[in-house]
């Protein structure tokens, strides 16, 4: 059975940095590629970032572009998200994803399983 399980999340202040984590058991996760996606209050889930199986290929929305790094320890079976300078903009729930393949896609019908989200939120 797959789990992933989100944490990190938190308040902060605008311009503030936040880690999230990804805890990942179930799956070969060292042939997934990982994804971080977002959802606002009465907003579509949005794509954030997402890492390769071997983590040579990463993606970001341009809006978090120079902001946020994702990246990921397949020792640990750990998906990671460092945001910096965050703006009111970036508060969401954040969810982890995997997909059952090694290179990254945005599309979130791309993700095959999903955890339960971890909330960020950004005070000004």
């Known amino acids: 059975q797959v789990q992933l399980v989100e944490s990190g999340g938190g308040l902060v202040e605008v311009g503030d940095s936040l880690r999230l984590s990804c805890a990942a058991s179930?799956?070969?996760?060292?042939?997934?590629?990982m994804g971080w996606f977002r959802q606002a209050p009465g907003k579509e889930r949005e794509f954030v970032a997402a890492?390769?199986?071997?983590?040579?290929?990463?993606d970001y929305v341009d809006s978090v572009k120079g902001r946020f790094t994702i990246s990921r320890d397949n020792a640990k079976n750990m998906v990671y998200l460092q945001m910096n300078s965050l703006k009111p903009e970036d508060a969401a729930n954040y969810y982890c994803?995997?997909?059952?393949?090694?290179?990254?896609?945005?599309?979130?019908?791309?993700?095959?399983?999903w955890g339960q989200g971890t909330q960020v939120t950004v005070s000004s």
């Open positions: 994803a995997l997909r059952t393949m090694s290179y990254i896609r945005r599309a979130s019908t791309q993700y095959h399983y």
């Open positions: 890492i390769s199986a071997s983590a040579r290929d990463t």
């Open positions: 179930g799956f070969a996760f060292s042939n997934s590629a």
